[in-house]
């Protein structure tokens, strides 16, 4: 049995093996029975949950934040609106940029979204041990700063 991972041997397996366990938990949540009847794929989901929890946003703004090419991007949007979850909009000062914000089904759809991903992680949680638990929330903070750390270092 390998010791467990400190500070000075933290290595390139242990970095992987992080990043394929958050991978998985994202790939194991982002189905919501609301999203998958929407005909939401991943992208649009995560469009939609940008958009929203923006408020109104540029549509420059959200593809270097959603880090999808533009025509995947446009496709994606162009879809949100043609469901009536986001209003596209020309800004006036730049006719060639536009906004986007969410409607009040868009919001609704979100909602949906989040409480069922939230049902699910919980489920899931209570089929741990407590000692299981507890250790997941002791490194929630960690978790936290490592995703500020990485947000940050983005070009």
């Known amino acids: 049995m390998s010791p467990a991972p400190t500070l000075t041997n933290l290595d390139l397996e242990t970095a992987d093996r992080l990043r394929a366990v958050i991978g998985k938990l994202s790939r194991r949540l982002r189905p ?8 939401l794929t991943p992208t649009r989901i995560s469009v939609l ?10 549509l420059s703004d959200l593809a270097d934040s959603e880090g999808i090419n533009p ?3 446009s496709r994606a949007v162009a879809h949100l609106v043609d469901s009536g979850l986001v209003e596209r909009s020309a800004d006036e000062g730049d006719r060639r940029a536009a906004w986007l914000k ?5 919001r609704r759809l979100t909602e949906r979204i989040r409480r069922e991903r939230t049902d699910a992680l ?3 949680l209570e089929s741990l041990s407590p000692d299981e638990r507890e250790r997941i929330l002791t490194a929630l903070p960690a978790l936290e700063d ?7 270092e983005r070009p």
């Not at 919501?32 to 005909?39: D, F, I, K, L, Y």
């Not at 969410?102 to 868009?106: D, E, H, I, K, L």
């Not at 490592?146 to 940050?152: F, G, Q, R, S, V």
Request: charge should be positive; avoid cysteine.
């Open 102 to 106: 969410p409607t009040a089904a868009g």
């Open 32 to 39: 919501a029975p609301a999203a998958v009847a929407a005909g």
């Open 146 to 152: 490592l995703a500020e750390h990485l947000k940050a």
């Open 49 to 58: 949950l940008t958009v929203v929890r923006e408020g109104t946003v540029r």
């Open 122 to 124: 919980n489920g899931a």
């Open 71 to 73: 025509t995947q991007l």
